[in-house]
């Protein structure tokens, strides 16, 4: 008998393990893949609020020692203006990475099992145990053989199309299909600097260093053209980059492509994360369009306040009817805005004039600059950067910089 099972030992359940097994708790991990092993599409982007949750593991030191690239300043490039400069730091972590999943995942997965928690790879969960209304165990195959196993908690760390959700019937109130999809590859020879973006209407570059020396530069295409950019991912890939960034497009032609091409397009979902005896984390209870690179990153901050939601009740300090909404309730009232702002994001269509305005009196203002980029990275609250008198202020000292007739 555990005290927790987690299905899924990736970005969200490795470090809900991780941080249940440091508190004492009896913990199995299991997941389909074996490790290491990659994933099939993946951002890679871990912002700094991210990299603050592992600098809080003591994990950090160890992600970078990998040798992937800090990344410290963006580069978002709106075609008639730039914008560029420093990230804020978040919890005094100012650095973001990029590292690729068959590195950082099975980092994760070992610092679970340092902490205490068994990890069962190529285990594939056919189906919840059940008492009544309340789940009470998993049933699953490893190796040809079936087992079963019991817990006081069962927890999907099992992505967007998780077996856990769906089995319990998890209630989704906030629903969309995709709004746009996306396909990159490694290159060698290409190495950047920073968080690069090309944006564009119905169109967006993207491109960041990873691990083994190589560059991940990817694009972005609008919902309504991607039955056309499916039949030649290649062509309207390299079409996309010539056009918009000439000059990225001729050192790409100096450099190497080391990989296929991986992406496609991802529906969102926000569902309820807990019910008697199970509850969600990550992807599996929140999936939001990729194109603010913030899967990781929320993965694991959902971790953070689920394991705190259930060592709460485990301990009897409050009880699990009470800490497991209340879960809810603190990741709703941190990304329900983030959530909002990466839909009008998604859709890639040129941003309304007052939004472009604001924009173009970022050049002016380093401090709100980075501010804005503290928004992605999530260090600075989307409600309090595009809060009325924040977005007044910035308008307001842009006016020293208006041309005078």
Known sequence: MYDAIIVGARCAGSPTAMLLARRGYKVLLVDRSRFPSDMSFSNHFVHQAGAACLKR???LQRLAATGCPPITENYFDYGDFSLTGPV????????AFAP???VLDPLLAEAAVEAGAELRDGFSVQDLMWDGDRV????GRQNGIVTT???????GADGM???VAKAVQAPEYRTSPPLEGSWYAYWSGVPMKG???WLRPDRVIF???TNHNLTLIGVAFAAKDLPAIRGSVERNYSDVIAQYAPAFAERMRNGHRESRFVGGAIPYHVRRPYGPGWALVGDAGYQKDPCTASGITDAFRSAEWLAEAIDAGFSGSRPMEQTLPEYEERRNQSEMPYFELTTQLAALAPPPEEIQQLLAALRHNPEQRSRFFGVFSHSVPVQDFFAPENVQKIMGASAHFMPVS
């Open 57 to 59: 593991w003591g994990l």
């Open 88 to 95: 804020p730091p978040a919890d005094g972590v100012n650095t």
């Open 100 to 102: 690729r999943r068959m």
């Open 136 to 139: 009470v165990g998993i049933r």
């Open 149 to 155: 196993e019991k817990a006081r908690i069962v927890i």
């Open 161 to 163: 199309f998780s077996v």
């Open 195 to 197: 968080w690069h973006l």
């Open 207 to 209: 491109a960041y260093n």
